[in-house]
């Protein structure tokens, strides 16, 4: 049984974490994308670009996962 195609983005400034997360994802069959920093998906999202699910890291520097949490609620709320 293989996991449908949704893309997932995972968002962590912790290299070595997001990289075995996606690596884990992927290997699940599912479609991943990585972003080092809320910023990049705060980007993203601004240009319309929607993932399917967000995993993100709660504590980053300069955007930390709050922040993308309380924008994708407001702007991708489905």
Known sequence: MSAPSSNIWVIDDDASSRELLARVLKERGWSVEQLDDGRAALDRLARGER???????IRMAEVDG???????????PD
């Open 51 to 57: 993932p399917d699910l967000v995993v993100s890291d």
């Open 66 to 76: 709050f922040a993308v949490t309380e924008a994708f609620g407001r702007d991708a």
